[in-house]
């Protein structure tokens, strides 16, 4: 307990500065993940996306994981082609780490790396400052600049727009790199907590600060089927019960996005922490990826009740063309 209130008080007065200049104007960012996946052919599709959500102005940019796909070699130079489109963005762009990037890239066609050692790569390719990628950039504050028994997750961040908190989380696919082997799980159990003490956090200030909601990005589906939330082989177990928890006490609105299984769905799928009901002040969406070079755009009008919309951005020249 004095370990949380210290991190709090080192919360609270990091976005003590910007609080006054909250307004309640409505304002839009956009969420997109999990591209480009077909390379060489995608990059024009991944152009034409960036040049199009540049063309709307949101406040800022999602990407929710998967740069690449499984196979797709985790090479410097790829991550590098990556940092530059993201550098493409106009507006910030915020990037929540996907496990195609690391966990994955331990298979021969994803070059025969070590996930660890690409783990530490990225961090340090991606998130060496406290600064948001894009054009323009955001300010973050990064769970490493507030809780110095996590100082290694500097991936995990937040900010604030127009009293809502934004919370970015490293949870990837793969079962949240929980079941490969012994280095993996030991990985799992440190960055699990790490997550864990994130979200708790995170509620804690959204509730002291007054604020009228939170928005999570994460890139992990942590809802394929409702034993994730129950199985203790499942790697997302503890994350779906926190946040169960919490947002069940929080009551105001929460949204869930994050990509992995490539489809666009908006639903209800968190339960009460007793798995027994459906929690209605959060939404979960899901954005599309891999073959549909699209996003979405999402809409938050904070003097509504329920604050969010969602329009997709789908361009016709990016439609794919179904297999056989």
């Given at each position: 307990m004095k370990l949380l209130k210290s991190i709090l008080a080192g919360l609270l007065f990091a976005c003590s500065l910007g609080a006054t200049a909250q307004s309640l104007e409505s304002f839009k960012f956009v969420a997109l993940g999990d591209m480009p996946y077909s390379i060489p052919e995608d990059y024009p599709r991944y152009e034409r996306l960036i040049a199009a959500i540049n063309q709307t102005n949101p406040s800022f940019s999602l990407f929710i994981?998967?740069?690449?796909?499984?196979?797709?070699?985790?090479?410097d130079e790829y991550n590098q082609k990556v940092k530059g489109y993201f550098n493409q963005f106009t507006s910030p762009l915020i990037y929540s780490v996907g496990?195609?990037?690391?966990?994955?890239?331990?298979?021969?066609?994803?070059?025969?790396?070590?996930?660890?050692?690409?783990?530490?790569?990225?961090?340090?390719?991606?998130?060496?400052?406290r600064k948001s990628l894009g054009k323009q950039q955001l300010e973050l504050t990064r769970q490493s600049d507030v809780d110095p028994k996590h100082q290694k997750f500097v991936e995990n961040a937040y900010w604030v727009k127009n009293h809502f908190l934004f919370v970015s989380i490293h949870i990837p696919?793969?079962?949240?790199?929980?079941?490969?082997?012994?280095?993996?799980?030991?990985?799992y159990y440190e960055r699990n907590q790490a997550n864990i003490d994130w979200i708790q956090n995170s509620f804690a200030l959204a509730q002291k600060m007054n604020y009228l909601g939170i928005i999570f990005c994460y890139q992990a589906n942590m809802f394929y089927t409702p034993a994730q939330a129950v199985n203790p082989d499942s790697g997302y177990r503890d994350t779906l019960q926190v946040l169960s928890k919490n947002a069940q006490a929080f009551k105001k609105p929460v949204l869930l996005i994050h990509g992995d299984s490539h489809r666009l769905i908006l639903d209800q799928p968190l339960k009460t922490a007793d798995?027994?009901?459906?929690?209605?002040?959060?939404?979960?969406?899901?954005?599309?990826?891999?073959?549909?070079?699209?996003?979405?755009?999402?809409?938050?009008?904070?003097?509504?009740e329920q604050p969010f919309s969602f329009t997709p951005i789908m361009l016709r020249e990016n439609i794919s063309t179904p297999r056989p």
């Amino acid at each position: 307990m004095k370990l949380l209130k210290s991190i709090l008080a080192g919360l609270l007065f990091a976005c003590s500065l910007g609080a006054t200049a909250q307004s309640l104007e409505s304002f839009k960012f956009v969420a997109l993940g999990d591209m480009p996946y077909s390379i060489p052919e995608d990059y024009p599709r991944y152009e034409r996306l960036i040049a199009a959500i540049n063309q709307t102005n949101p406040s800022f940019s999602l990407f929710i994981g998967d740069t690449k796909s499984g196979s797709t070699p985790c090479s410097d130079e790829y991550n590098q082609k990556v940092k530059g489109y993201f550098n493409q963005f106009t507006s910030p762009l915020i990037y929540s780490v996907g496990d195609n990037e690391w966990t994955d890239c331990h298979r021969p066609m994803a070059g025969s790396y070590d996930p660890i050692e690409r783990l530490d790569k990225l961090r340090s390719t991606f998130f060496n400052t406290r600064k948001s990628l894009g054009k323009q950039q955001l300010e973050l504050t990064r769970q490493s600049d507030v809780d110095p028994k996590h100082q290694k997750f500097v991936e995990n961040a937040y900010w604030v727009k127009n009293h809502f908190l934004f919370v970015s989380i490293h949870i990837p696919g793969s079962n949240n790199n929980f079941e490969r082997d012994e280095q993996a799980k030991a990985e799992y159990y440190e960055r699990n907590q790490a997550n864990i003490d994130w979200i708790q956090n995170s509620f804690a200030l959204a509730q002291k600060m007054n604020y009228l909601g939170i928005i999570f990005c994460y890139q992990a589906n942590m809802f394929y089927t409702p034993a994730q939330a129950v199985n203790p082989d499942s790697g997302y177990r503890d994350t779906l019960q926190v946040l169960s928890k919490n947002a069940q006490a929080f009551k105001k609105p929460v949204l869930l996005i994050h990509g992995d299984s490539h489809r666009l769905i908006l639903d209800q799928p968190l339960k009460t922490a007793d798995q027994k009901h459906t929690l209605e002040n959060v939404l979960r969406l899901e954005v599309m990826g891999a073959e549909q070079v699209q996003a979405v755009t999402i809409g938050v009008n904070p003097k509504s009740e329920q604050p969010f919309s969602f329009t997709p951005i789908m361009l016709r020249e990016n439609i794919s063309t179904p297999r056989p």
